[in-house]
């Protein structure tokens, strides 16, 4: 069966125009996304995620048109219309049409059925490569559209066989392109509060977490990142996935460390029961 979108109170079919050109997504790139997925049928974190996208459209003056107990009907009608077993969920809130190509009249809502991404269990056991890049995010806090910088890269990205971009700036890391980053120092697992998303899997991490290391939450130095014992980032589609190369330099050995991989098997429980 084929995926639909919902769009301003109607469903329709994934490839149905839905925007008139000026939207403020468009014409200025006000707008913001997220991002989620199923398992067993059932929409992870669904509470976590509703909060953060609602935090979102606070943060950027954007009123929600729908509540969160409406968007569950949308949700349960979308994956029901797909006939598939799990499914990714793109919510995107713009600023809406304006006649005067500047303020906000009516934001539009769209919520996208997809098909998940192409899982990647090697990298899950090797890790990736991420190559460091100096910038902060504007409004780090609020899932916007803007990705420009990840784009204008994608091609390096590729000539160097790397995943994603390590964002830092004046000797501090944030996070990468699309997901949050940890070190392990010793048994000690620290992961930045400043300038970042708060990622929903990174609070499942470190739920996890808690009760087998000293867990570390505050301002992150590169010079910690590239020495640290052991690299991992985590985000939805990620889970938890080891960083064994930043640039030309390797983490320790270029091996999987074992405490993300312990990480990573307790992480990879919980989604293997979510909703049963």
Known sequence: MP?????????LPIDSPVFKTNDLGLLRGFGLFDYFRTYNGVPFRWDDYWQRFENSARLLKLPLPVSQKETEKILAD???MSGEQEVAFRFLLTGGYAPDSVNVVQPNFVIRTESLPQDNPAGRLKGIKVLPYEYVRDLAEVKTTNYVHMVLMADEMRSQQASDLLFHKDGEVSELTRSNIFIFSGDKLITSNRNILNGITRKVVMELAKPHFEIEVRPVAYKEVITADEVFTTSTTKWVMPVVHIGNLLVQNGLAGKRTL???ELFEKVVADWGK
């Not at 995926?3 to 469903?11: E, K, V």
Request: charge should be negative; charged fraction near 5%.
């Open 3 to 11: 995926f639909n979108q919902y769009f301003n109170g109607d469903i």
């Open 78 to 80: 979308l994956y029901a």
């Open 262 to 264: 312990y990480l990573q």
